[in-house]
């Protein structure tokens, strides 16, 4: 078990100067020529010349980046082309600049201005979703409010409780499109196209809601969580406090290695020596996911006890108990519509980023004079 542990921790120790740099900016750069940074706040001040992967509490891009660009934080701000494609997270994300691949973005806020030419297709998904840009290719849009006063060439969807489509706005292919109310009928002379309403977003809602709770899933992650509840206490306490006292830390590490392990082990695989490597490297990937999932539900069944004043039961049943609760919480959220997928995905990066800083913590305090600070 400990050949596994170190394994573990030396494979993912390349990820930690990330987290240590969460009020500060940390550039790596690859022989490729990509960039990775993460920090409280990231400017891209200098072209890059292949891709760009940031994570940060805020980003602004303000020089062109000439591949693709992959940017997750509380505030994304893209001022300057992006050759390839982009894709984003965040909770206010603003783009007014070119992107020559597809656009793919998630937030709470999204505004697209009239300075953005899409090259590619695009996916936007958010509580306030606004496109004043040109899209070459296809669109689909989903949001609580949506409104696009720029053009579509492709085919459209749009989702959403609100829908509006400004004067000026051009969509010069097909619209399909599901909302509470149906467009107007000025607004449906801004389509070229055919239009299409589907049933509307809270139709069929009370079909699929208990679909979120997959009892299969929600049976084996119960019974995988019991397993490192008894097999690996120490495990879980560490994680949980770790997650507890730096939970952005712990977010941007998790997003970090969300996006770094995929292309490090493509390097290695390129390399053809470092092939079982690699390949290693991407068997552990979906490890780490269902790993960060049950952190995630560790940390809040833990919340869930102190809040019931129940943390200090030593049995067992009531770790597992709380851990089918938190369980079942994730279950729910996952169930809000629009932005419940991303609020998971979020807190399962979160847990995995907790994992990580633990092991981290544990490989520093096995190393004779090392001074860990928890």
């Excluded at 040109?134 to 669109?139: F, S, W």
């Amino acid at each position: 078990m400990k050949s596994i542990t170190r394994f573990l921790i030396l494979g993912l120790l390349a990820c930690m100067p990330l987290a240590a740099s969460a009020d500060s900016v940390a550039t790596v750069r690859s022989t490729a020529g990509n960039s990775y940074l993460s920090g409280g706040e990231v400017r891209i001040s200098e072209p890059v010349s292949a891709d760009l992967y940031a994570a940060g509490g805020n980003i602004i891009v303000t020089q062109p980046v000439a591949e693709d660009a992959v940017l997750a934080g509380g505030k994304v701000d893209v001022q300057a082309a992006v050759g390839q494609d982009l894709r984003a997270t965040g909770g206010k994300i603003s783009i007014d600049a070119s992107v020559g691949g597809d656009l793919v973005a998630a937030g709470g806020n999204i505004s697209v201005g009239k300075g953005s030419r899409i090259g590619g297709d695009i996916f936007l998904a958010g509580g306030d979703v606004q496109f004043a840009g040109q899209a070459v290719g296809h669109a689909k849009l989903a949001g609580g409010k949506v409104t696009v006063s720029g053009e579509i060439n492709g085919g459209t969807n749009l989702y959403g409780q609100e829908l509006r489509l400004e004067p000026g706005a051009r969509i010069l292919g097909n619209l399909s499109y599901a909302s509470a109310k149906p467009l107007t009928a000025q607004e449906l002379a801004l389509v070229s196209g055919k239009v299409t309403r589907q049933e509307g977003p809270a139709s069929g809602q009370s079909r699929s809601r208990l679909s979120w709770f997959h009892p299969a899933f929600f049976v084996s992650m119960l019974i995988c969580g019991s397993f490192l509840f008894f097999v690996f206490p120490n495990a879980v306490s560490g994680t949980q406090q770790t997650m507890r006292q730096s939970p952005l830390r712990s977010l941007l590490l998790g997003i970090a290695l969300l996006f770094a392990l995929p292309p490090v082990a493509l390097l290695f695989i390129v390399t053809i020596i470092g092939i079982p490597i690699g390949f290693s490297l991407l068997m552990l990937y979906p490890l780490l996911l269902m790993l960060g999932y049950l952190g995630a539900a560790f940390f809040i069944g833990r919340g869930t006890a102190d809040a019931m004043k129940q943390s200090g039961k030593p049995g067992r049943a009531w770790q597992v108990g709380f851990l089918a609760i938190a369980l079942a919480l994730l279950a729910l959220a996952a169930n809000i519509p629009f932005l419940g997928g991303m609020l998971v995905f979020l807190a399962m990066l979160t847990g995995m980023g907790g994992w990580v800083q633990w092991l981290y913590r544990r490989y520093r305090a096995s190393r004779p004079g090392a001074e860990v600070q928890l």
